[in-house]
């Protein structure tokens, strides 16, 4: 059974999965397997565990042919949706068992079509994917947060060439994202304005590091970015929740993702790179918290190549080195040549 461990020193958790270590990868597909033999390609749907969402326009059965997209539980996860949420001490140690949700979202039955390869509409199909396993697992009580991510490439951690992403529900607060949160309130309070919103207007004022935008997306290389090439997508309206979004928000947000992504590939050679997508929490420990996050705090996507190996200094300090300015490396992404 997974565990989670607090770190006294950080007040970090850290998720211990000791069965994930007997895997070679998620699904028993060694990295340098064929494409054709991938177990998330039509006709190998027994490879996986059964679905727990499907979009299938053919009306096919589930775990057969015919899905345009299709959502299984990881077959080693890192958590476990079985159990209760006990939690306890260990002598000075807090301790948690390892319960939450780690999910596999399959984007497409064709083991070589990368994601920023397919049509919007499909991209849509991904996103509705997203949405709707957000929102079944918020209904989950022992869950406080949905990470979605995507790793792209083995450097950034990805054991299977087929696009796919992944999504982890825990029942703790990820340390990040509380310190976003609250950088967020922080800043709400003391000037009455959101700082994503002001974060976008004046990236639109000098456009220094502006990639790319739509009607409802902003792209941008961020003022500080921690590694090479470093994105991120802002959604025009405020809303802290992802899963707040319409169709329509979806097109536009496919329309970003594609045009961010293919300037990626082909300006850097297909490069690795992780995609993550951050929401605000489900719920709460404290009273009216919600409340103030639905002003200050937007969902927001960060895409992270992964060009730079991390080292000593960075693990020691959390601080990036990073040799690439965000100026020159937006520069270099608006004038790519799209095909």
Known sequence: MPEFRKDPLSSEWVIFAPERRRRPQDFKVSRETAATESPFIYGNEHMTPPEVYACRLDGSAPNKPGWKVRVVPNRYPALRVEGDLNKDAWGLYDHINGVGAHEVIIETPDASLPLEAQPVGDIVHVLEAFKARVVDLSRDSRLRYIQLFKNHGPLAGASLQHAHSQLIGTPVLPSRIKNKLECCRLYYTQKERNIFEDIIQQEKRTRDRVVYENNSFFVFCPYASRMPFEMAILPKRQSPDFHSCD?????????????????????????????????????????????????????????????????????????????????????????????
Not at 275 to 300: C, G, Q
């Open 247 to 339: 169709i329509h928000e979806f097109s536009q947000l496919a329309d970003a993702l594609k045009a961010s992504l293919l300037r990626l590939n082909y300006s850097l050679d297909n490069p690795c790179y992780n995609l993550i997508l951050h929401t605000a929490p489900l719920r709460w420990s404290k009273k009216n918290l919600s409340n103030m996050v639905s002003e200050d705090f937007r969902w927001h996507i960060e895409i992270l190549p992964r060009l730079t190996a991390h080292a000593g200094f960075e693990f020691g300090t959390g601080s990036f080195i990073n040799p690439i300015l965000p100026e020159e490396a937006a520069k270099h992404m608006r004038n790519v040549r799209l095909p």
